[in-house]
């Protein structure tokens, strides 16, 4: 079995990245997973499942290297 390790560069909080979701409890608000609190507020006009908004990273974005 071979193991490939894949990287990639994220330049917008949206749904690429692994920790972003929408929270259905929150009335699809903007969350992230490690910060475990909402972090944007919903965009009507947004595909909740392909959210691909272009957001600045929050402040106390978890992830190395954000440019806040």
Do not use: G, Q
């Not at 749904?15 to 903007?30: A, K, P, V």
């Not at 997973?33 to 402040?59: A, G, Q, T, Y």
């Amino acid at each position: 079995m071979k193991i490939k390790i894949v990287t990639y560069e994220i330049t917008h909080c949206n749904s690429l990245c692994r920790s972003f979701y929408h929270n259905y409890e929150d009335e699809e608000n903007c969350w992230c997973l490690k910060l475990n609190k909402k972090i944007f507020d919903i965009d009507n006009n947004v595909d909740i499942f392909c959210d691909l908004v272009e957001r600045e990273f929050p402040e106390d974005c978890p992830l190395e290297d954000a440019k806040v």
